[in-house]
């Protein structure tokens, strides 16, 4: 089973730029799809970004399309989501989570306990 952590969740003032990482412990991370998610106070839980196990195909949300850059590192574990341009409405707690059905924005089966990120004016 994989262990997820995240971390690098701040306040950045808007059109700044932080990056994420997850890392993750388990024994077939490399053959995972891996996501980022978010959820706003109030709000569902909405897809961010995926990327597929050999780190050559992406996809993302439209409200992050252009801004943000989902990557892996599979030597290390570790998915990054870089976020630049950073708006008010990012504000939420982002969640990593990994899929081994290959789904890109559902069929994830496990998830770390998230990271903050706030982002102010």
């Known amino acids: 089973q994989e262990q997820l952590v995240e971390s690098g969740g701040r306040l950045v003032q808007t059109g700044g730029s932080l990056r994420l990482s997850c890392a993750a412990s388990?024994?077939?991370?490399?053959?995972?799809?891996m996501g980022w998610f978010r959820q706003a106070p109030g709000k569902e839980r909405e897809f961010v970004a995926a990327?597929?196990?050999?780190?050559?195909?992406?996809n993302y949300a439209d409200s992050v399309k252009g801004r943000f850059t989902i990557s892996r590192d599979n030597a290390k574990n570790t998915v990054y989501l870089q976020m630049n341009s950073l708006k008010l409405e990012d504000t939420a707690v982002y969640y990593c989570?990994?899929?081994?059905?290959?789904?890109?924005?559902?069929?994830?089966?496990?998830w770390g306990q998230g990271t903050q990120v706030t982002v102010s004016s």
């Open positions: 388990g024994r077939t991370f490399s053959t995972y799809t």
């Open positions: 990327v597929s196990w050999s780190g050559v195909y992406t």
């Open positions: 989570a990994s899929n081994s059905r290959g789904g890109w924005r559902t069929q994830y089966d496990y």
